[in-house]
């Protein structure tokens, strides 16, 4: 099986058994990757979709859970479960997680379904909606295959996709929040988070972040 099939047949990790995340490992750690310098090679620019992630949780391609990641440490994984809870809830979810990388620069965007119900009193959301979160943040070749994003650049953008659906919040559309100058606030705003590339090539990427989880992405081509 490839590693498109066993990522599908996973669901980027989200169902992924105890043998299917061995599996993954191994296709992953076979890979002979053709790029010698991939965090300064030009192939590594464009628009990537998340196909994988290791740890179970699609919505860690985001550069702010590598933020929070780093500032909780061995406690981020109880946060990343809570998250997951409360997304995931009467039928929400995470949704594409793309990453945009360009020169000098990253940005995610992660579409996130959120639904609202009554618990005990059916399992019908009283409405739900979708959005778009987009956190981006300026980066810097820290060596041939990582690329290094400083916290104090961070910042975060909710678009409501779907505005009709609760018009009294769209007031909240297009908000940026300087998640940066928050967490310089908690931490020194110089610390950074990394990524690390283990393979590229035209099609595939495979990046590891700063505790191991891997990250499978397949470019999309507009």
């Known amino acids: 099986m490839n590693i498109y099939a066993l990522a599908a047949c996973a669901g980027r990790g989200e169902a992924a058994t105890t043998q299917q995340r061995d599996e993954m490992r191994a296709l992953v750690r076979s890979l002979t990757n053709p790029t010698a310098a991939p ?10 979709e998340l196909v994988y992630e290791s ?59 959120a639904s609202l119900g009554v618990p005990l009193l ?27 994003m400083p916290l104090g650049s961070l910042s975060t ?25 928050v967490m310089g606030r908690i931490a020194d705003g110089e610390s950074e988070v990394t990524m690390r590339i283990t393979y590229l090539d035209e099609d595939m990427r495979v990046s590891e972040l700063e505790d191991g989880t891997q990250l499978v992405y397949r470019r999309r081509v507009a």
């Open 122 to 148: 059916g399992f019908a959301p009283l409405f739900s909606g979708y959005g778009s979160v987009i956190t981006k943040g300026t980066t810097r070749v820290l060596d041939d295959d990582t690329i290094a």
């Open 157 to 181: 953008t909710v678009r409501q996709d779907d505005a009709n659906v609760l018009p009294a919040l769209n007031f909240l559309n297009g908000t940026t929040v300087p998640v940066g100058d």
């Open 39 to 48: 965090a300064r090679d030009e192939r590594l620019n464009g628009t990537w």
């Open 55 to 113: 740890s179970g949780f699609p919505f860690r391609s985001s550069p702010f859970f590598w933020a929070v990641g780093k500032l909780l440490g061995e406690n981020a994984d109880f946060f990343y479960g809570a998250h997951e809870h409360q997304t995931s809830m009467f039928g929400g979810g995470c949704g594409t997680c793309l990453q945009k990388i360009s020169e000098g620069a990253l940005e995610s965007d992660c579409i996130v379904k």
